[in-house]
């Protein structure tokens, strides 16, 4: 059985109810700022050196577990009326709702468990960090943050403002399990003796010191029944870490009705994978990465692979870049006095999948990708600048920006962010070098965030520039810059002739030149390429052929077999400044003439398209 300590103030003053209002205001709404905060702790605390794991569940208790609540645990209530109001509420619920968020692989909340006595040597205080002290500063290099806010979200979102606590300590063999339960409510005043005795508002349940003044938690066999018995995950032989209940946990709607549970579940899916796709890549290295698990009533829900996650995949394939170490396709940002590098970029663009939704309405991804997520080394995404989307609405692109994993840089980041971590704010930064680093990152991060979508016209058939296809043209041509052949640099003439006659016949590296909504009997999307014939002095050159084929980071291969619709070359049309001769799916015959050449491609669904060409010179095969 546990007892209550209700909090005095010391002699020096404490931090009481208000404590919440000193850490500012979160951009996320409630629930995402709790399962971010959360699980933001709990990779800071993945110190072990294997993946850690994240169990979120979503339940009722049962009658059984109620009578524990109600007997064990919380039989003793505050004396403020409005806390014990709010708890006998719960406790008269016959099956109040409650949110767990579990974790294993995790270091638990080991260390002393008052704040007053410290041991000498001590480095370890995550249970007084968590359960005593008010926003400690980390202590885990190029860790995502403080224990502050998230704190906070976890009493928010609880009706009667009530965590319980169960945490299996790694190394600690006296106290390897601790249980205990924490309140939050309104200081108040109890009189005694002729004076108020005064109180915080903060109440723990455990077990009480023998002079009554404070409350340590269950330990050992104590701690495990209890936490068993209100139905905590079971936590074999070295499955540390630490379990939260939220009592009477809720999610209301803006008509302030309760949301339904699954719906809840998908919100914090999406959650989950908005803001933690970096640490849940097959390429995050194993003892960095995050594997979750989502339940409602004992029933999981699928969390998606983000890289089969439209949007997410774009964002990976950026993030793939940056971790592949080769740099050919990646923006260093640079800071010039002084000198340092600040963080690498990474864009990438591609035709937009099909959403997978997991919400009808109020979903946190967007319709169009056009963001920069930003992240410091821990590979947490702190936040989404969004940019200008591409013209063309079946485009869509995503940058990662991850600072630099130097110490003074990194650093100048973690303190640019906010008590709730979802932004970096230069202004929170005295004048120096630091803000100097924020600042200059910031401004190019919103200079590629605006700059990834323009486009420079190109020249239409007879020479026009600024029609809407030649925008999309330029923009299909960034996303496939790295196509097969050789690299397009001359522009149409008004003869249709090219300059001097290269040394062979050839035919230029095709461009993507516009979409087309179907063409003839083909009803889908047809991707339009550009190319130049350029002949030789022998004019040697009689006809183009060539094949279409899937596009991947600009580059093309081959469909593979498995592949039910597969990149189909439907016509080629071949024009000199005399004529135009259309061709078929097989080729256009250009009798050794020079000038410009169009490929019409029927483009697969989900997929970009790339077109690789030759020329055949007379007999040739």
């Given at each position: 059985m546990m007892n209550l300590h209700s909090e005095q103030y010391g002699k020096s003053g404490n931090i009481g109810e208000n404590f919440r209002r000193l850490l500012g205001s979160p951009s996320l709404d409630p629930l995402q700022t709790l399962i971010r905060e959360s699980v933001q702790n709990i990779l800071d605390a993945a110190k072990l050196g294997e993946p850690p794991e994240v169990l979120i569940r979503l339940r009722q208790l049962s009658r059984e577990q109620m009578d524990v609540l109600a007997t064990k645990a919380l039989h003793d209530l505050p004396k403020e009326e409005g806390s014990r109001e709010r708890l006998a509420r719960i406790i008269d619920t016959e099956r109040p709702m409650v949110?767990?968020?579990?974790?294993?692989?995790?270091?638990?909340?080991?260390?002393?468990?008052?704040?007053?006595?410290?041991?000498?040597?001590?480095?370890?205080?995550?249970?007084?960090?968590?359960?005593?002290?008010?926003?400690?500063?980390r202590d885990t290099s190029h860790g995502g943050g403080t224990y502050g806010f998230g704190k906070v979200s976890l009493y928010a979102m609880s009706s009667c403002n009530t965590i319980l606590v169960d945490t299996y300590v790694n190394g600690d063999s006296e106290k390897s399990r601790r249980f205990m339960g924490c309140h939050i409510g309104k200081s108040f005043d109890v009189e005694n003796n002729g004076y108020l005795q005064r109180y915080t508002g903060r109440h723990w349940w455990g077990e009480l010191s023998p002079e009554g003044d404070f409350a340590e938690p269950l330990i050992n066999e104590s701690a495990r029944i209890l936490a068993s018995s209100l139905g905590f995950p079971d936590r074999e032989e070295g499955r540390?870490?630490?379990?939260?209940?939220?009592?009477?946990?809720?999610?209301?709607?803006?008509?302030?009705?309760?949301?339904?549970?699954?719906?809840?579940?998908?919100?914090?899916?999406?959650?989950?994978?908005?803001n933690f796709w970096p640490r849940m890549m097959v390429s995050t290295p194993a003892g960095r990465?995050?594997?979750?698990?989502?339940?409602?009533?004992?029933?999981?829900?699928?969390?998606?692979?983000?890289?089969?996650?439209?949007?997410?995949?774009?964002?990976?394939?950026?993030?793939?870049?940056?971790?592949?170490?080769?740099?050919?396709?990646?923006?260093?940002?640079s800071c010039q006095r002084p000198a340092r590098d600040l963080g690498k970029l990474a864009i990438q663009k591609g035709l937009k999948a099909k959403r997978k939704r997991l919400l009808e309405s109020g979903s946190t991804f967007p319709r169009i990708a056009s963001h920069i997520a930003v992240m410091r080394p821990v590979e947490l995404?702190?936040?989404?600048?969004?940019?200008?989307?591409?013209?063309?609405?079946?485009?869509?692109?995503?940058?990662?920006?991850?600072?630099?994993?130097?110490?003074?840089?990194?650093?100048?980041?973690?303190?640019?962010?906010?008590?709730?971590h979802d932004d970096w704010v230069p202004d929170h930064l005295p004048k120096g070098h630091p803000k100097t680093f924020v600042?200059?990152?910031?401004?190019?991060?919103?200079?590629?965030?605006?700059?990834?979508a323009v486009v420079s016209a190109s020249p239409g058939p007879q020479g026009e520039a600024g029609h809407s296809l030649a925008k999309v043209a330029g923009e299909i041509g960034a996303i496939l810059d790295k196509g097969l052949g050789d690299r397009a640099?001359?522009?149409?003439?008004?003869?249709?002739?090219?300059?001097?006659?290269?040394?062979?016949?050839?035919?230029?590296?095709?461009?993507?030149?516009?979409?087309?909504?179907?063409?003839?009997?083909?009803?889908?999307?047809?991707?339009?390429?550009?190319?130049?014939?350029?002949?030789?002095?022998?004019?040697?050159?009689?006809?183009?052929?060539?094949?279409?084929?899937f596009a991947i980071d600009?580059?093309?291969?081959?469909?593979?077999?498995?592949?039910?619709?597969?990149?189909?070359?439907?016509?080629?049309?071949?024009?000199?400044?005399?004529?135009?001769?259309?061709?078929?799916?097989?080729?256009?015959?250009?009798?050794?003439?020079?000038?410009?050449?169009?490929?019409?491609?029927?483009?697969?669904?989900?997929?970009?398209?790339?077109?690789?060409?030759?020329?055949?010179?007379?007999?040739?095969?």
């Open positions: 949110l767990e968020i579990c974790d294993f692989g995790t270091t638990g909340l080991g260390g002393p468990t008052r704040s007053d006595q410290m041991p000498v040597g001590t480095t370890q205080t995550d249970f007084i960090d968590f359960l005593r002290n008010i926003g400690s500063s540390t870490g630490t379990s939260i209940m939220i009592l009477g946990f809720e999610v209301r709607n803006e008509e302030g009705s309760l949301e339904p549970l699954e719906l809840v579940g998908r919100k914090i899916v999406e959650t989950l994978l908005w990465r995050l594997t979750c698990k989502v339940e409602v009533n004992g029933e999981g829900l699928v969390i998606p692979a983000p890289e089969l996650f439209p949007p997410l995949d774009l964002f990976c394939q950026a993030m793939n870049k940056i971790r592949s170490g080769n740099d050919s396709d990646v923006d260093m940002i995404v702190v936040r989404y600048f969004q940019g200008d989307p591409l013209p063309d609405e079946r485009l869509e692109w995503g940058g990662v920006f991850v600072v630099n994993s130097d110490d003074e840089v990194e650093q100048a980041f973690a303190d640019a962010e906010p008590p709730a600042n200059v990152a910031l401004r190019e991060i919103k200079k590629a965030a605006r700059e990834v640099g001359r522009k149409r003439t008004s003869s249709g002739k090219s300059g001097s006659a290269p040394g062979k016949v050839k035919v230029t590296r095709p461009i993507f030149d516009r979409l087309l909504d179907g063409y003839g009997s083909h009803s889908g999307p047809v991707a339009v390429f550009r190319s130049e014939v350029l002949q030789d002095a022998s004019k040697s050159g009689v006809r183009v052929q060539g094949s279409a084929l600009g580059g093309g291969f081959s469909s593979p077999n498995d592949v039910v619709e597969k990149p189909e070359i439907l016509e080629f049309c071949f024009e000199t400044a005399s004529c135009r001769t259309v061709g078929d799916m097989f080729g256009v015959d250009v009798n050794g003439e020079a000038g410009f050449l169009e490929v019409l491609v029927a483009v697969p669904k989900h997929g970009a398209v790339t077109v690789s060409l030759s020329v055949l010179p007379e007999g040739g095969v």
